[in-house]
Every structure is written in structure tokens, then in C-alpha cells.
């Protein structure tokens, strides 16, 4: 299963419309988006998603009712974290912040984050994978980006928005 993985949107429509595309040219039956959205003028790019979305809010979501109703038609938004398996049987667990599992030792076989606005992908010592998409915006460090996880092999890559094929 092919998952898109996004979050710091921070209202940047033409990065939003970016990520868009690289979703449905990957063939994602899936996109996570791991918060900081911000309003809900932001949501309509989201419609040209070929697939459903799941999504948290972030910690900078300036109007929480708004922005849940404009998820309403694209799929489903709530507090985090929140866990989910895929249909291969991966375990994910989505989070706007890190901290937020630090205690937790989690069942999980993903973890999506964000909040830093910095992409990395890596694995802690039980093997579990970490994802952080970076920004959308491209606001504080001028690096647009996006993720790609890939379920089985279990794979994640960053795509840079501004250079969409590297």
C-alpha cells in the first residue's frame, strides 16, 4: 500500500496543490495529514485527492470547527494521536507532536509526525519506522516537502515539492 504523507500546511495553497499532485501521480490509496492545516480555506485543494485522507489537528489550527468541517467531505480529522492498521496489517500511529509518545512505548510499526517542519525518516532500536513529512508551506525553511511510505517493503522517502522528481 502506497501512503502520502503530509503536515505544516500552514495555509500554503500553491504547496497544498503541489502535494496534491505528487500524491495522485504516486497512486496513493491513502494520505495522512499530521496537522497544522490552520484554517479552513485551506481544505479545498484537498478535494482533488484521489483518495481518502485521515488527519490530526496540529497545535496551530486557528479554527479547529472549520477546519473539521471542511475534512468533512474528504475524510476524517480528530485529536491526536490516533492509531490505525492498513489493510496489509502495518500499524500506524499519527501524531502532530513527538513528545506526545515519548512515555509511550506503542504498539505500533509507524509512527507519522510533525511540528519540527524538519523531513527525516528513521527507525528507533526496536526497529519501528519514524516519519516526519518536514513542511508543506516551506514558511520557515524554504524546503516544501511531502512523504511517501511504502507498506510492503516498509518504505518511506521525502519528495521536496519544489523539485518534485528527485
Known sequence: MRIGIFADAHDHLDHLRAAVNVFNRARCELVVFAGDLVSSFAAPPLRHLKCRILACFGDNEGNKTGVAAGFKILGEIGEPPFGFRTP??????????????????????????????????????????????????????HQPSVALLDTSPLFAQIVRLDHPDT
Open 88 to 141: 496489509d496489517g502495518v500499524r500506524i500511529v499519527v501524531t502532530h507532536m513527538l513528545s506526545s509518545l515519548r512515555n509511550d512505548p506503542g504498539e505500533f510499526d509507524v509512527c507519522i509526525f510533525a511540528h519540527t517542519h524538519r523531513a527525516e525518516v528513521f527507525r528507533d532500536d526496536h526497529g519501528r519506522l519514524y516519519v516526519n513529512p518536514g513542511e508543506t508551506s516551506g514558511w520557515s525553511f
